[in-house]
């Protein structure tokens, strides 16, 4: 009984010995293999991250190139700006430019661009994109921009709160205030005068904006004056829902050739963009109530082309019935006056307006003058020649820097925030 109990013994250690050589064994089977799945694992995310390295290069390439080459927009085939660019050993990146608006990166500088960078590593690939917004033209960081080295004048009341820049003298008279973010550059070496604080001095130009007319005539809707000698714009409300000479441009622009006469602006509301040219040696009068506002595109609400021109810009604070208002248009040889405007398009004539000028005045070649009493322009003028009175009050506008508007961009482009990802 004894040796049998042994026996029994013996062979439950035998199989137990089995049992656990087994075991051990399957465990250092899992683990080689679990050691193989991990190194494959590291292998490929180290290699996903060799493809991301090298989109994010491809990137960096594409925000270098655009900085430094002007026509960049021409240069792409296709949609492709580069393709197989070698950014590591066994990495490359393929650039993509993508015109998501109107499918044409050449047509409009000012255009947002897609761009996606697609990094290549043995195989494998990432992709990434970001969106890019031309920058604004510097000279929009300003409520004044004077264009030359004429003067800039401030007078009676004027109040000032915004910055102001000229190439030439900046003098204002002792009971001018200034306010809010308020300041005065001008060439080192210049003149500031008066109470016009913080002064400063710099060594570097900044260019004028240049937007081509042509460009800004071909999105326009045409409009004429009332008949006379002056061609008077009474009453009008230009807006991208109404014209009163016809159709509606969709973004409210509008252009005006007066033909060879001073142009009057007088009780009208613009929402949008009036552009007027052809003024060589001409004036252009705003007075009585003015409402001016950036259109949905938030281009310049007024354009002037034209040599030698004055800008007189005296709107009253006094309240525009719309039910007394009078409108007179063209027809033929003669003139329609009609009693009653709709201004905010509401559908009665029950409102009072008050005037207001807001958004960018583009006139590099006139010398503007604003005045009367108590009314704010708020935005960007740019000009060659100015002169404030009275109490009028000048503001800088800063949604102005985001206008996206053909010729009033910097060089390169800035980067949009929370568009940078990655894509399947």
Same mark, same amino acid.
């Given at each position: 009984? =004894?040796?049998? %109990? ?8 035998? *199989? &137990? /010995? +089995? !049992? ?123 409520? =004044?921009?004077? %264009? ?8 009676? *009341? &004027? /109040? +000032? !709160?915004?910055p102001v820049r000229s190439l030439g003298k900046i003098e204002g ?140 810009v005296q709107p009253s604070i006094s309240l525009l019935n719309e ?102």
């Open positions: 009984m =004894l040796r049998r %109990a042994r026996r029994r013994r013996g062979a439950a250690l035998y *199989l &137990t /010995t +089995i !049992a656990v050589s087994v075991l051990i064994a399957g465990m250092g089977l899992a683990l080689i293999a679990s050691q193989r799945a991990d190194r494959r694992l590291q292998a490929n995310i180290g290699l996903e991250n060799e493809c991301w390295w090298a989109a994010r290069s491809g990137l960096e390439i594409a925000y270098a190139y655009i900085e430094q080459v002007p026509d960049w927009r021409n240069r792409p085939s296709g949609s492709t700006l580069f393709s197989d660019v070698a950014v590591s050993p066994g990495c490359v990146a393929r650039v993509q430019l993508f015109d998501d608006g109107d499918n044409s990166l050449a047509d409009n500088s000012a255009d947002i661009v897609r761009i996606r960078s697609i990094g290549t590593c043995i195989g494998s690939s990432v992709q990434l994109e970001a969106t890019i917004a031309p920058r604004p033209h510097p000279a929009l960081n300003y409520a =004044l921009f004077n %264009a030359s080295e004429e003067d800039v004048r401030f007078r009676g *009341l &004027t /109040t +000032i !709160a915004g008279e002792s009971f001018v205030k200034t306010t809010g973010s308020a300041s005065f550059t001008t060439r080192t070496g210049g003149e500031i005068n008066g109470p016009l604080n913080p002064r400063i001095f710099v060594d570097t130009d900044l260019p004028t904006p240049n937007p081509p007319l042509s460009t800004y005539l071909a999105m326009a809707t045409p409009i004429a004056g009332a008949n006379g000698s002056t061609c008077a714009l009474r009453g009008y409300n230009l807006t991208p829902t109404h014209n009163p000479l016809g159709a509606a441009n969709p973004y409210g622009i509008y252009s005006l050739d007066p033909g060879n006469r001073d142009v009057l602006l007088q009780n009208v509301h613009i929402r949008g963009t009036l552009i007027i040219y052809n003024l060589d040696g001409r004036t252009v009068t705003i007075n009585s109530t003015a409402w001016l506002e950036p259109g949905p595109l938030n281009y310049p609400v007024l354009m002037i082309y034209g040599s030698n021109v004055e800008l007189s039910l007394t208002t009078v409108r007179v248009t063209p027809s033929g040889g003669n003139n329609i006056t009609v009693i009653g405007v709709d201004f905010n398009e509401n559908g009665h004539l029950l409102d009072t307006i008050v005037s207001s000028i807001r958004g960018i005045i583009h006139a590099p070649e006139a010398r503007v003058r604003m005045g009367n009493l108590g009314w704010t322009f708020s935005g960007c003028l740019i000009s060659r020649r100015f002169e404030a009175e009275d109490t009028v009050r000048i503001e800088h506008d800063p949604s102005v820097l985001s206008a996206l508007a053909p010729g009033f961009m910097d060089t390169g482009m800035r980067l949009v925030s929370g568009s940078f990802r990655e894509v399947p």
